[in-house]
């Protein structure tokens, strides 16, 4: 099993901008970030493949965030600017052990983190 832990969440306000973490404790291919406000379905936002070559954005999030990795150092990141109160949820990051086709489906991971909570206020 390969463990992921987010960091970089917080409080911020609309218009500002966060960045998010995520370290692996292991190799993995394809990583993304999924996020689940209160009350509501955990939702893709993000993924890219191990080569960083190609990256896939629901639309609400595409112009607002970028996705990178660092894979010497088995981090993903989250670059979220001009954040709405609509952003705001629980992040998790997620990974797949032996898929690299830069997935969009909940199913389509093998590794979970526990999340990290963004909160933009209005």
């Known amino acids: 099993q390969v463990q992921l832990v987010e960091s970089g969440g917080g409080l911020v306000q609309a218009g500002g901008s966060l960045k998010l973490s995520c370290t692996a404790s292991?190799?993995?291919?394809?990583m993304g970030w999924f996020r689940q406000a209160p009350g509501k379905e955990r939702e893709f936002v993000a993924a890219i493949t191990w080569s960083g070559t190609i990256t896939t954005y629901v639309d609400s999030v595409k112009g607002r965030f970028t996705i990178s990795l660092d894979n010497a150092k088995n981090t993903l990141y989250l670059q979220m600017n001009n954040l709405k109160f609509e952003d705001t949820a629980v992040y998790h990051c997620?990974?797949?052990?032996?898929?690299?086709?830069?997935?969009?489906?909940?199913?389509?991971?093998?590794?979970w983190g526990r999340g990290t909570q963004v909160t933009v206020s209005s």
């Open positions: 997620a990974a797949s052990r032996d898929v690299d086709s830069c997935m969009t489906r909940l199913d389509e991971y093998d590794y």
């Open positions: 292991g190799r993995t291919f394809t």
